[in-house]
Every structure is written in structure tokens, then in C-alpha cells.
């Protein structure tokens, strides 16, 4: 007993002088690149560089990022992917939302611990910036871990899609009249490791972690290594039950960590293969080439194989993990609502995206800045403003989220500030979750991530602790869908944020220098909190009986007045092909 408590002591000890400060100082400029080796743009990176550094780290670290913001013409933030923020959520990033943007010229600290280990990412937060390059691996090594010692090398891979134009000139052309069925820009191809052809080499009869993370913008992959089986161990931060996959399906923002042994073997090499989810595609461009190869490289002497045809994708259920601590399901929600997804278009004719009904639109005042202000009124959603689509928890309550996906299309949800349980997902095409319904039965041992998918026209339930309190956005990783407003703010223990948080004078400044009010409701009205007038709202809806399919019709005629009638044809016969059934 005695010896036990000296050692426990001396690793407590051991641990707290392991824990450091890791100091990054990022300078974020325009710089150019060519990762698919077909076309070099201008990107978004960190010190002159592309692509930008990973963050790598153990548990229990300090990360200090110093950004300057030196784009001349945008503004910036940054985002923890993943990370709890337990604390500090004025460090989460989202402009609008937990700060103000940082404009060109000015600088931030971001400055917290982590206490989670994992496979995390960074990326902006501002508008649909990360596309243009400003995303990377953040990666919490946890040399304590219960599958410590079970590998010999931890080594990350990432994915992406990648866009040859820049997301300001796609966007434009996405939220508009000339787009009026919401067709997302289909990327120009897919990344590994920013690049094509990515060799990694391994040696035979070895064990290696890797730690594969999805920095999309839009598509999915399925992503799978000829000859070799992968064993599950960790999704988004959280470790599993070791679970064997041939073949993974890993949405805009998950991760997924898996062992992986060599064979004995050396004669051969084997491919690596991501390829998007061509079904989020509304049309498939010709030409395009949805895989991305690299190569398990046993010995670099032999050729590198092309992937083998596969002719149906039948990927892992993430559904079926468990999760390594074995955490039953919360029972008993002190909260539960739920979201209803839907695409349609507004009076500009555009096409955007609801939660019930609401499509996101940013406050004056970022909503945090808001809840620290807003004294007892702090608990009252409406004065965050209508279109930010509040919801506010009380400490520690158990939060029940349904989500109905109304709409065709796959969405991949994140949370910030926590991991869910996904205690149900249907199949597609299910309908509106009934919980009256006896074939719903509920994962009693339910996997805890921090994005997941919704099947099209299905449905599912989160759940969560509100045990968090700060400001969190939910929402789509599509970035086209965050842009359309796919997003609702949740406002957690705002009571208890008065208490015990304070804003860091350098966030403070970064509206002072853009003269944007850091006090009042989301219309910045600071005398009555429940007075919203003038607060930031949506396009209005179409006129009464004007459809979707008037749109196109308006759209037809607009067009004809500039090109004529031949051209309409061709350019109706396109539209109407991009149009999902
Ligand atoms: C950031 O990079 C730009 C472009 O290289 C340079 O002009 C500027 O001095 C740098 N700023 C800092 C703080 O390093
Ligand atoms: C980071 O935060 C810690 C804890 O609040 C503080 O002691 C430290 O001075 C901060 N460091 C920087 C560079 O802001
Ligand atoms: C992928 O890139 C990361 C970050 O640069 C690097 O640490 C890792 O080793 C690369 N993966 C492979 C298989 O080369
Ligand atoms: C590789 O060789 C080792 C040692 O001989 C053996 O234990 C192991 O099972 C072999 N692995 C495979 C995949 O055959
Ligand atoms: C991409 O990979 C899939 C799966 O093997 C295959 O069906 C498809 O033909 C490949 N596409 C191209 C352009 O190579
Ligand atoms: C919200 O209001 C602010 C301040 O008036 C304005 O700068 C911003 O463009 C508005 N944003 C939207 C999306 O309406
Ligand atoms: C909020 O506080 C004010 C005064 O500080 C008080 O008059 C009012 O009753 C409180 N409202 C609630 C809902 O607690
Ligand atoms: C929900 O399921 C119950 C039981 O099967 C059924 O009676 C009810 O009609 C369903 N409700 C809806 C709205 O479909
Ligand atoms: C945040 O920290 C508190 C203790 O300080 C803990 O009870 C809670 O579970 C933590 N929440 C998350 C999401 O890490
Ligand atoms: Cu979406």
C-alpha cells in the first residue's frame, strides 16, 4: 500500500514536470501551391509556407499560437477541432461567435491546455476559409494511453479535397439566383498528405498507429489499404474497443486512429486509397478523378502498384463502435429538442440551408461577448437574436438532440466543446425520428464523437452533458452548408461563464481596432437586452407561392435577356440535370 502511494505520488509528480508550453507563432500570408500537380494557386499559409505546420503535442501541454494576420484583403481566426476548451471557450475561435474576425493587420493569442488526447485539426473559423489551405493536423500524443505500447510508430495521414479557385469566387456563385437547386462546387480532386502519391514507408513486422484525419471541405472518402486490415482504436479523440475494418468512410472533419502490422513479407508494395463519396456530387464532372493513391512502401526497389478496381464501397459502421471506457448511455434528458434540416430558397432566390426554419446569420456582438454582459437575461435565448438559432443549457444538463434531415443530401455534424453519444441513427430515408416507433432501439454503449454522419432523409439522436459551459456552435463541416447557414449556437451555463471567465484583453482589442461593439444583445443594443431591433437577419422568404421552381423559371428569363434563346436551352438542359430528383 505504502509503495503503491510513494509511486503514485512520484508520477503525479513526473507528470506535472513533463507538462509544457508549446509556443507556435503563425504568420498567415497568401503564398502559392500545386498539391495535385495540375494547377498552382494562390493558398492560405502559415509563414510563408504551404501546407501549414502541424501541431503536435502531449496531453496535458500548454499551446500558445501568436497570429498575425498579414492577409491584406481577409480576416482570419482559428479553430481547435475537437478540443474541449474546458474553460477557456473565449479560445475556440469561431468569428461571431466566441471572438471577433481578426482583420488584416491584427494579431491574437491563443493560449489553453489540453488534457485530451487524440487526433484533433486546426482551421479557420471565418466564412469558408479553411478551403483555400488554412487547416492542418493537431495531434495530442498520450504516451499513457491503453493502447501505449501496443505500436512501435504513430505516424498521421491526412485527406482533402482540394478546389483550383479560391472559395471567395466559388461562394459567390454557390449562395446565388444563378444557383438556385444549392449544387455545391465539386472539388477539383482529393488529397493525401496534401499531395498525390504519398509514399510511406514501413518495415516488415511492425505495428504502427495511424491517425488519418479528414480536412475536407465538402466530400467524404472512403479510404482503405490493399492486403491489410486496419484495427480501430480511437475516433475524434475518443478510444474505442480495438475493432477490425477493411474499408473506413470518414466525413469532412472525423478522424479515425488504427493499428496496422506489416507483414513479415517485403516482396511487394501495396496501394493506398482514398476516393470522395461521388453521391454528395449533384453532378459529376467529366474527367474528374475522385481517388487519391499513395503507396505502403515495403521496398522502395519494387513498383508501386495501381489501386485495384473496387466495385462496391461497403465500408465500417461507425455505429457499432464502443467506446474503450465503456460508458453506458445518459439516461434521463433534462433537455431534448430537436433540429429539422431543410434546403430552400429565400427571396434572393438563392439557395440556403435551415434549422428549423432558421438559417444562420451572425449577431453584432459576438454571442459569448453577449452571455457575459447579458446579466440574469444571460438564460434568455432570444437575446442572442433570432437567426443565430440559440438554444441555451443549464449546467450539467443532460441534452437530448434529434436531429431530422429533411433533405437528400449526407450532412456531416459537428459539436463543438464536446463529444455526443450517438445513441441512434437510422437508415436512410427513414423519415422524422418517432419515438413511439418499436423498431428504435438505442446503443446502450453508445460511441462518443465529435462529427457524425446523418443518413439522407434520415434521422438520429445525441446525446450530451452540459458540462461545459461556454458558447458552441452546431453545425455541418460542409463548408458550403455552414455558409448556406446549416448552423445553431448553443449557449451552455451562461451563469456560470459570468463567474468565472473573463475575455483576454488582446480579444478585446481586435474589435476595438474594427470599432465592432463587444457589449449588448445581438443587435449590440445595450440598454434593454430584450430589444432586438436592428439586429442581423436572413434574406426574406420568397413571396407567398413563389417556388423553387419559379426561381429557375426567373432565372431562365434573366438569362435569356443577356444570351438568347439558344442559349437558355443549354443552360436550362444543365440545370435542370444538376437538380436532384
Ligand atoms: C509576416 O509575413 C509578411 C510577408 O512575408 C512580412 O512582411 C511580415 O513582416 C511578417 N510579419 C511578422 C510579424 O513576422
Ligand atoms: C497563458 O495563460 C496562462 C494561464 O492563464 C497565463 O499564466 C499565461 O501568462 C498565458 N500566456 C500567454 C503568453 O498569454
Ligand atoms: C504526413 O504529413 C505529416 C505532417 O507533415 C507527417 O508528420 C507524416 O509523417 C506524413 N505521413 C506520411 C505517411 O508520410
Ligand atoms: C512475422 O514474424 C513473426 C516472428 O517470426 C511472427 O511472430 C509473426 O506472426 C509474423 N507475422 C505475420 C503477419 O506472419
Ligand atoms: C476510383 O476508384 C474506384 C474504386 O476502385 C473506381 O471504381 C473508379 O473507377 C476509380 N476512378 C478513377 C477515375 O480511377
Ligand atoms: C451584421 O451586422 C454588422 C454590423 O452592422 C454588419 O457589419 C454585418 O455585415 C452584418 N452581417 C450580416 C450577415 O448581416
Ligand atoms: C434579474 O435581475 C433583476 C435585477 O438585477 C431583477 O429585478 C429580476 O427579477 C431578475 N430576473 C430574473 C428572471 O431573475
Ligand atoms: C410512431 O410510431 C407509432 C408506433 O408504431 C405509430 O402508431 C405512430 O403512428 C407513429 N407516428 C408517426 C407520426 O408516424
Ligand atoms: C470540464 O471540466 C469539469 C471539471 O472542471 C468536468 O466536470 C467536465 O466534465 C469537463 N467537461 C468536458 C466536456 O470536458
Ligand atoms: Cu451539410
Known amino acids: 500500500m505504502k509503495s503503491l502511494a510513494i ?13 509544457k508550453t508549446v509556443t507556435y507563432n ?4 497568401y503564398t502559392d501551391a ?24 502531449e496531453k496535458g501541454d500548454r499551446v500558445i499560437v501568436n497570429l498575425v494576420n498579414s492577409l491584406p484583403d481577409a480576416e482570419t481566426s482559428l479553430h481547435f477541432h475537437g478540443l474541449f476548451q474546458n474553460g477557456t471557450t473565449y479560445m475556440d475561435g469561431p468569428a461571431g461567435v466566441t471572438q471577433c474576425p481578426v482583420g488584416p493587420g491584427q494579431t491574437i493569442t491563443y493560449n489553453f491546455t489540453v488534457n485530451q ?18 487547416r492542418a493536423p493537431f495531434i495530442v500524443r498520450d504516451p499513457k494511453g491503453p493502447y501505449a505500447g501496443k505500436y512501435d510508430e504513430e505516424v498521421v495521414i491526412s485527406l482533402s479535397d482540394w478546389y483550383h479557385d479560391e472559395n471567395p469566387a466559388l461562394f459567390s456563385k454557390f449562395l446565388s439566383v444563378g444557383n438556385p437547386t444549392g449544387a455545391e462546387p465539386v472539388p477539383d480532386s482529393a488529397l493525401m498528405n496534401d499531395t498525390q502519391g504519398l509514399p510511406f514507408n514501413v518495415l516488415p ?14 466530400a467524404a472518402q472512403y479510404f482503405w489499404i490493399e492486403g491489410h486490415s486496419m484495427r480501430i482504436i480511437e475516433v475524434d479523440g475518443e478510444y474505442t474497443e480495438e475493432a477490425e475494418a477493411e474499408m473506413i468512410y470518414i466525413t469532412a472533419a472525423q478522424r479515425y486512429s488504427f493499428l496496422l502490422t506489416t507483414k513479415n513479407d517485403t516482396s511487394q508494395n501495396y496501394a493506398i486509397v482514398g476516393s470522395m463519396d461521388e453521391d454528395l456530387f449533384d453532378a459529376v464532372p467529366d474527367g474528374l478523378n475522385p481517388n487519391v493513391t499513395g503507396h505502403l512502401i515495403y521496398d522502395s526497389s519494387k513498383p508501386l502498384p495501381d489501386p485495384e478496381f473496387v466495385d462496391e464501397f461497403d465500408p465500417f459502421d461507425d455505429y457499432t463502435l464502443v467506446p474503450f471506457d465503456g460508458e453506458d448511455i445518459w439516461e434521463n434528458p433534462t433537455y431534448s429538442f430537436s433540429l429539422e434540416v431543410l434546403m430552400d430558397n429565400l427571396g434572393d432566390g438563392a439557395n440556403y440551408a435551415f434549422f428549423n426554419g432558421i438559417t444562420y446569420t451572425p449577431p453584432k456582438v459576438p454571442t459569448l461577448y453577449s452571455a457575459l454582459n447579458a446579466g440574469n437575461l444571460s438564460l434568455t435565448p432570444e437575446i442572442y437574436g433570432r437567426d443565430t438559432n440559440p438554444h441555451v443549457f443549464k449546467h450539467n444538463d443532460v441534452v437530448e438532440l434529434v436531429v431530422n434531415n429533411n433533405d437528400p443530401g449526407k450532412h456531416p455534424f459537428h459539436l463543438h466543446g464536446h463529444t455526443f453519444q450517438l445513441v441512434y441513427r437510422s437508415d436512410d430515408d427513414a423519415g422524422l425520428y418517432n419515438v413511439s416507433d418499436p423498431s428504435v432501439t438505442f446503443s446502450q454503449k453508445p460511441m462518443r464523437r465529435d462529427t457524425v454522419l446523418i443518413n439522407p ?12 459551459p461556454g458558447v458552441w456552435l452546431f453545425h455541418c463541416h460542409i463548408e458550403w452548408h455552414i455558409q448556406s447557414g446549416l448552423v445553431a449556437t448553443f449557449i451552455e451555463a451562461p451563469d456560470v461563464i459570468q463567474k468565472t471567465m473573463k475575455i483576454p484583453a488582446d480579444h478585446l ?20 437586452y430584450l430589444d432586438l431591433t436592428g439586429q442581423n437577419l436572413s434574406v426574406p422568404p420568397l413571396p407567398a ?16 435577356a443577356f444570351l438568347g434563346v439558344a442559349a437558355i436551352a443549354l443552360y436550362g438542359s444543365q440545370e435542370l440535370k444538376q437538380k436532384k430528383p
Request: glycine share 10%.
Open 34 to 57: 500545386n498539391p495535385d500537380g495540375q494547377f498552382s494557386r494562390k493558398v492560405i499559409g502559415i509563414n510563408g509556407q504551404w501546407p501549414i505546420p502541424t501541431i503536435d503535442i
Open 7 to 19: 509511486s503514485l505520488s512520484i508520477l503525479s509528480l513526473v507528470s506535472s514536470v513533463v507538462a
Open 545 to 560: 407561392g413563389f417556388t423553387a421552381r419559379g426561381i429557375v423559371a426567373l432565372v431562365f428569363s434573366v438569362v435569356a
Open 509 to 528: 482589442e481586435v474589435c476595438a481596432g474594427q470599432n465592432l461593439p463587444v457589449t449588448g444583445n445581438a443587435a449590440a443594443n445595450t440598454e434593454d
Open 26 to 29: 503563425f504568420n498567415v500570408t
Open 457 to 468: 432523409g434520415g434521422n438520429m439522436v445525441l446525446r450530451f452533458r452540459a458540462d461545459n
Open 117 to 134: 488526447p487524440g487526433t484533433y485539426w486546426y482551421h479557420s473559423h471565418v466564412k469558408g476559409q479553411y478551403p483555400d489551405g488554412i
Open 205 to 218: 513486422g511492425k505495428t504502427y498507429m495511424v491517425r488519418v484525419v479528414n480536412m475536407a471541405a465538402f
